[in-house]
């Protein structure tokens, strides 16, 4: 079965950096985008952006650019979200999810999620 | 970038029906797809396409979509079903994706 599975909590500094990694199982890494959600405590979820982990493309949410990084080792099946100088309004649990489109372009979803990561940034 | 605005709040009575909307302009060229989320778990999709429940949804909850609104109906509300629901779809561009900002159901 599809599995994604997260690293665990982490507490930072502001100003650090944090590299957040999502080991998938189950499928073919290199056939499904993966993609970042992230969720603040007590609000809604937020797409980040996503990774080709065949060719290694990238797209981000406006927001998140320059800040943000996704990459991927395929040799194990991992992929990774790094965020750099750290806010303490980047407190918040990460998601990484597999996207799959559907016979049109129009169709699209996240059919498995990773259990969250939660990052805490506290000085 | 675009937005899905959803109510924030809707409740219904055990047994009930209540549909909950998802409004945006690119909804006019992409489908939505919906996530359920509950307390301490990660999000869960509960319907995505025209009409299409994963394995394992119970058909209780279907979808439908008209012009730039998308709509999750759960016909026959069940206490299992109160959670936080999310609609997200491609943004206008087709390359990013965008989350509604949640409708928290209670079931009464």
């Known amino acids: 079965q599809v599995q994604l599975v997260q690293s665990g909590a982490e507490v930072k500094k502001p100003g650090a950096s944090v590299k957040v990694s999502c080991k998938a199982s189950g499928y073919t890494f290199t056939g499904y985008f993966v993609h970042w959600v992230r969720q603040v405590p007590g609000q809604g979820l937020e797409w980040m952006g996503w990774i080709n982990p065949n060719s290694g493309a990238t797209n981000y949410a406006q927001k998140f650019q320059g800040r943000v990084t996704l990459t991927r080792e395929t040799s194990i099946t991992t992929a990774y979200m790094e965020v750099t100088s750290l806010r303490s309004d980047d407190t918040a649990v990460y998601y990484c999810?597999?996207?799959?489109?559907?016979?049109?372009?129009?169709?699209?979803?996240?059919?498995?999620w990773g259990q969250g990561t939660l990052v805490n940034v506290s000085s | 970038s675009s937005e899905l605005t959803q109510d924030p709040a809707v409740s219904v009575a055990l047994g009930q029906t209540v549909r909950i909307t998802c409004q945006g302009d690119?909804?006019?060229?992409?489908?939505a797809s919906w996530y359920q989320q509950k307390p301490g778990q990660a999000p869960m999709v509960v319907m995505f396409?025209?009409?299409t429940r994963p394995s394992g949804i119970p058909d209780r909850f279907s979808g439908s979509s008209s012009g730039d609104t998308a709509s999750l109906t759960i016909t026959g509300a069940q206490a299992e079903d109160e959670a936080d629901y999310y609609c997200s779809s491609r943004d206008t561009s087709g390359n990013l994706y965008v989350f509604g900002s949640g409708t928290k159901v209670t079931v009464l």
């Open positions: 999810a597999r996207g799959v489109a559907g016979r049109s372009w129009t169709i699209y979803c996240f059919d498995s």
């Open positions: 396409g025209e009409n």
């Open positions: 690119n909804l006019r060229s992409y489908y």
